[in-house]
C-alpha cells in the first residue's frame, strides 16, 4: 500500500470532485425530471457517499485498536491518501522503535558488563533497575526487587547514614554483608528527575594494599628503632662514662656491632625486594648449576647451624636451572637459612633438587616446630611473623620469604609451603619445565651429595 504523501491540492480536488458529480447529476435530473427527482438523486448521492466514509472510518477505528502495518486498510478516493500516511508514519515510528530498542538492548549489555554494580533508583530511593554485578555484590534481584526501599535491602546503618545525610562528595567504604573480608566503595550520583545512580565498586584488593603499606611503614619503622635505640643508649653510656672498664666497653661494642649488622642485613632485604618489585628491572638469565648451588647452600647451612643440626643434601636431577644466579641463590638461601633458625638443635634439615612431572622443584625440609594452618597464607608478606619474639631472637629481617615469592614470580615459578604444628615444614620452589636445561638421562635413583650429619 506505499504510495506518494498527495499535496494540499490533490487532497481536495477528489472530494470536490465527487460533489461536483452529485450536484451535476441532480441538475440533469431536475432539467430531465422535476426538481424533486433532483432532490432524490442529490439525496441519495449524499447518502452513498456519507456510507463509504463511515465504512472507511469504522475501518480506521477498527485498525487504530491493534495497529499493525500488514492489517493496514485499504481505501478510496481520498481515503487512499489517508491511510497511505498513516501506513508510512507506523512504519517510520516502528523503524525508530526498533532502532531505540537495539540502542538501549547493546547499552543494557554495556551496563551488564561493567565490573562495578549499578543500581538506578528514583526520587523515593526505590530501585528501579540494576546490573548482574549488583545481584552479586548485594544480593539484589532486578525482578524480585523492583520498587523495594534500597535501605531495606542493605540494613547497615552506615549505608543509611550516608543514603540520608546526601553529602555525595565522598564515597562510602562498607564491607559486605556476606563477606566480612569484602570491602566495597558505595558512591550515588545524582540525575536526571531526581534520580540517583549507585555505584559500588569492590576495593578489597586496594584495600589490602593499603594496609600492607600502612604495616610495612609501621613495621621497617619498629625494625629500625629498636637496633638504633640499643646503639644510641650504648653510646650515652660511653660518653657519659670516661673511665669505662674496657672489658665491658668491648661487650657494648660487640653489641652496638651486631645491632648495626642488623640494621645492615634490614636495608639490603629492602633494597633487594625494591629492586625485583621494580616491573622495569630486566631478568638477565643463565644456565645455574643446581649442584654446584647447593654444595654452596649446604657450607652455609653448616656455618649458619654451627653443628647443631644434621644437614642433608640430595640431587635428584642433573638438571640445570635457566634463571637468574644471583637472584636464585638468594631465594635458596633464605630457605635455608629460615629452616636453620627455627629448627630447634638436634633438628634435621634436607636440601633436595629434583624433578617431579615437567617441573623442576627445590625443596628445603625441617623437623622444626611446624606452622598452624592459618598463618601459612600469609607467610610471604613483608615483615609478616608467626611469633615475633622468636623472629628478633634469631636475627630475622621478616621480608625472607617475601623475597622468595618475588624471585620465584619473576621465574615463573610458586612456593609450596607443607607444615604440619610439631611435625615439620617443608617449602618447594616449583619451576616450568622451559625453565628446565637437562642434559644427561637423570639417575634412577637420588644421589646422595653429603649425609653426614652433626647434632648438638
Same mark, same amino acid.
Given at each position: 500500500?506505499?504510495?506518494?504523501?498527495?499535496?494540499?491540492?490533490?487532497?481536495?480536488? =477528489?472530494?470536490?470532485? /465527487? *460533489? !461536483?458529480?452529485?450536484?451535476?447529476?441532480?441538475?440533469? #435530473?431536475?432539467? %430531465? +425530471?422535476?426538481?424533486?427527482?433532483?432532490?432524490?438523486?442529490?439525496?441519495?448521492?449524499?447518502?452513498?457517499?456519507?456510507?463509504?466514509?463511515?465504512?472507511?472510518?469504522?475501518?480506521?477505528?477498527?485498525?487504530?485498536?491493534?495497529?499493525?502495518?500488514?492489517?493496514?486498510?485499504?481505501?478510496?478516493?481520498?481515503?487512499?491518501?489517508?491511510?497511505?500516511?498513516?501506513?508510512?508514519?507506523?512504519?517510520?515510528?516502528? =523503524?525508530?522503535?526498533? /532502532? *531505540? !530498542?537495539?540502542?538501549?538492548?547493546?547499552?543494557?549489555? #554495556?551496563?551488564? %558488563? +561493567?565490573?562495578?554494580?549499578?543500581?538506578?533508583?528514583?526520587?523515593?530511593?526505590?530501585?528501579?533497575?540494576?546490573?548482574?554485578?549488583?545481584?552479586?555484590?548485594?544480593?539484589?534481584?532486578?525482578?524480585?526487587?523492583?520498587?523495594?526501599?534500597?535501605?531495606?535491602?542493605?540494613?547497615?546503618?552506615?549505608?543509611?547514614?550516608?543514603?540520608?545525610?546526601?553529602?555525595?562528595?565522598?564515597?562510602?567504604?562498607?564491607?559486605?554483608?556476606?563477606?566480612?573480608?569484602?570491602?566495597?566503595?558505595?558512591?550515588?550520583?545524582?540525575?536526571?528527575?531526581?534520580?540517583?545512580?549507585?555505584?559500588?565498586?569492590?576495593?578489597?584488593?586496594?584495600?589490602?594494599?593499603?594496609?600492607?603499606?600502612?604495616?610495612?611503614?609501621?613495621?621497617?619503622?619498629?625494625?629500625?628503632?629498636?637496633?638504633?635505640?640499643?646503639?644510641?643508649?650504648?653510646?650515652?653510656?660511653?660518653?657519659?662514662?670516661?673511665?669505662?672498664?674496657?672489658?665491658?666497653?668491648?661487650?657494648?661494642?660487640?653489641?652496638?656491632?651486631?645491632?648495626?649488622?642488623?640494621?645492615?642485613?634490614?636495608?639490603?632485604?629492602?633494597?633487594?625486594?625494591?629492586?625485583?618489585?621494580?616491573?622495569?628491572?630486566?631478568?638477565?638469565?643463565?644456565?645455574?648449576?643446581?649442584?654446584?648451588l647447593l654444595e654452596r647452600l649446604e657450607d652455609e647451612a653448616r656455618a649458619l647451624s654451627q653443628d647443631r643440626h644434621a644437614i642433608r643434601v640430595e640431587i635428584?636431577?642433573?638438571?640445570?636451572?635457566?634463571?637468574?644466579?644471583?637472584?636464585?641463590?638468594?631465594?635458596?638461601?633464605?630457605?635455608?637459612?629460615?629452616?636453620?633458625?627455627?629448627?630447634?638443635?638436634?633438628?634435621?634439615?634436607?636440601?633436595?633438587?629434583?624433578?617431579?612431572?615437567?617441573?623442576?622443584?627445590?625443596?628445603?625440609?625441617?623437623?622444626?616446630?611446624?606452622?598452624?594452618?592459618?598463618?601459612?597464607?600469609?607467610?610471604?608478606?613483608?615483615?609478616?611473623?608467626?611469633?615475633?619474639?622468636?623472629?628478633?631472637?634469631?636475627?630475622?629481617?621478616?621480608?625472607?620469604?617475601?623475597?622468595?615469592?618475588?624471585?620465584?614470580?619473576?621465574?615463573?615459578?610458586?612456593?609450596?609451603?607443607?607444615?604440619?604444628?610439631?611435625?615439620?615444614?617443608?617449602?618447594?620452589?616449583?619451576?616450568?619445565?622451559?625453565?628446565?636445561?637437562?642434559?644427561?638421562?637423570?639417575?634412577?635413583?637420588?644421589?646422595?651429595?653429603?649425609?653426614?650429619?652433626?647434632?648438638?
Amino acid at each position: 500500500m506505499p504510495g506518494k504523501t498527495e499535496s494540499v491540492f490533490e487532497f481536495w480536488l =477528489r472530494p470536490l470532485t /465527487t *460533489l !461536483a458529480l452529485i450536484a451535476l447529476a441532480g441538475l440533469v #435530473a431536475w432539467a %430531465a +425530471l422535476s426538481a424533486t427527482a433532483a432532490l432524490a438523486v442529490v439525496a441519495v448521492g449524499c447518502l452513498l457517499l456519507v456510507v463509504f466514509h463511515l465504512q472507511n472510518l469504522a475501518a480506521l477505528e477498527r485498525w487504530l485498536r491493534q495497529p499493525e502495518l500488514r492489517a493496514m486498510p485499504h481505501g478510496l478516493g481520498i481515503w487512499e491518501g489517508a491511510f497511505t500516511g498513516l501506513y508510512e508514519l507506523l512504519r517510520t515510528e516502528i =523503524r525508530s522503535h526498533q /532502532t *531505540l !530498542a537495539a540502542t538501549l538492548e547493546r547499552f543494557q549489555a #554495556a551496563v551488564k %558488563a +561493567l565490573p562495578d554494580a549499578l543500581v538506578v533508583l528514583d526520587r523515593r530511593d526505590r530501585i528501579e533497575w540494576c546490573n548482574s554485578m549488583a545481584e552479586a555484590y548485594l544480593g539484589l534481584d532486578s525482578a524480585r526487587d523492583q520498587g523495594q526501599q534500597i535501605s531495606y535491602l542493605l540494613r547497615q546503618p552506615q549505608f543509611s547514614g550516608y543514603l540520608n545525610a546526601q553529602h555525595y562528595a565522598e564515597p562510602l567504604l562498607l564491607r559486605s554483608q556476606h563477606a566480612r573480608e569484602t570491602v566495597f566503595s558505595i558512591r550515588l550520583v545524582p540525575y536526571g528527575e531526581e534520580q540517583k545512580l549507585l555505584i559500588v565498586r569492590d576495593v578489597t584488593q586496594r584495600e589490602h594494599v593499603e594496609a600492607m603499606r600502612r604495616d610495612f611503614v609501621a613495621n621497617v619503622s619498629h625494625e629500625m628503632r629498636t637496633p638504633l635505640t640499643v646503639v644510641g643508649g650504648f653510646l650515652e653510656t660511653l660518653i657519659d662514662t670516661p673511665s669505662i672498664d674496657p672489658a665491658r666497653a668491648r661487650h657494648y661494642l660487640e653489641l652496638m656491632h651486631a645491632q648495626t649488622q642488623r640494621m645492615q642485613r634490614l636495608v639490603e632485604d629492602l633494597l633487594t625486594l625494591s629492586r625485583l618489585e621494580n616491573t622495569n628491572t630486566p631478568l638477565t638469565e643463565e644456565e645455574v648449576d643446581v649442584r654446584e648451588l647447593l654444595e654452596r647452600l649446604e657450607d652455609e647451612a653448616r656455618a649458619l647451624s654451627q653443628d647443631r643440626h644434621a644437614i642433608r643434601v640430595e640431587i635428584g636431577s642433573e638438571c640445570a636451572l635457566l634463571g637468574n644466579a644471583r637472584e636464585l641463590t638468594s631465594a635458596f638461601s633464605n630457605l635455608v637459612s629460615n629452616a636453620v633458625r627455627y629448627t630447634p638443635d638436634g633438628g634435621e634439615i634436607w636440601l633436595r633438587w629434583e624433578k617431579k612431572g615437567t617441573e623442576g622443584v627445590f625443596s628445603v625440609k625441617d623437623t622444626g616446630e611446624g606452622i598452624e594452618a592459618q598463618h601459612i597464607p600469609r607467610l610471604t608478606e613483608r615483615f609478616y611473623r608467626v611469633d615475633r619474639s622468636r623472629s628478633r631472637e634469631t636475627g630475622g629481617t621478616g621480608l625472607g620469604l617475601a623475597i622468595v615469592k618475588h624471585v620465584l614470580s619473576r621465574h615463573q615459578g610458586h612456593l609450596v609451603i607443607d607444615s604440619r604444628l610439631g611435625r615439620g615444614s617443608t617449602f618447594s620452589a616449583h619451576f616450568p619445565a622451559r625453565r628446565l636445561r637437562c642434559g644427561p638421562p637423570e639417575t634412577a635413583s637420588p644421589q646422595t651429595a653429603a649425609d653426614s650429619s652433626a647434632s648438638a
